[in-house]
């Protein structure tokens, strides 16, 4: 599986940004599809997880409820829906792929990686 993630930019806070996550293969619906992120200087972080088949959604405290993810099968991509965007939103983001849903919000549990997007929102 190969990724390319794009729709990054930069945003004033408050703005919007969808982030995109087009994945090579034929197994794109059954596959679990994952945000991350990472700021500089910090760790790599778990945003949001997608499921393959049944789409169940998992997002991080911090953007419950500004951020969605979600899922196109036929075009073989995932999406990351931000809204309300905050200065700490800042960071480079990462699509990432796993088989398993187990340990999701850990990074080394993820098969495949994008090479990530910079997002950078303004005060």
């Known amino acids: 599986v190969q990724l390319q993630a794009s729709g990054g930019g930069l945003v004033q806070a408050g703005g919007s940004l969808r982030l995109s996550c087009a994945a090579s293969g034929r197994t794109f619906s059954s596959i679990n599809m994952g945000w991350f992120r990472q700021a500089p200087g910090k760790e790599r972080e778990f945003v949001a997880l997608i499921t393959g088949n049944y789409d169940t959604t998992y997002y991080a405290d911090s953007v419950k409820g500004r951020f969605t993810i979600s899922r196109d099968n036929a075009k073989n991509t995932v999406y990351l829906q931000m809204n309300s965007l905050k200065p700490e939103d800042t960071a480079v983001y990462y699509c990432?792929?796993?088989?398993?849903?187990?340990?999701?919000?850990?990074?080394?549990?993820?098969?495949?990686w994008g090479q990530g997007t910079q997002v950078t929102v303004s005060s």
């Open positions: 990432a792929a796993k088989y398993s849903v187990g340990y999701f919000r850990t990074p080394s549990y993820y098969n495949y």
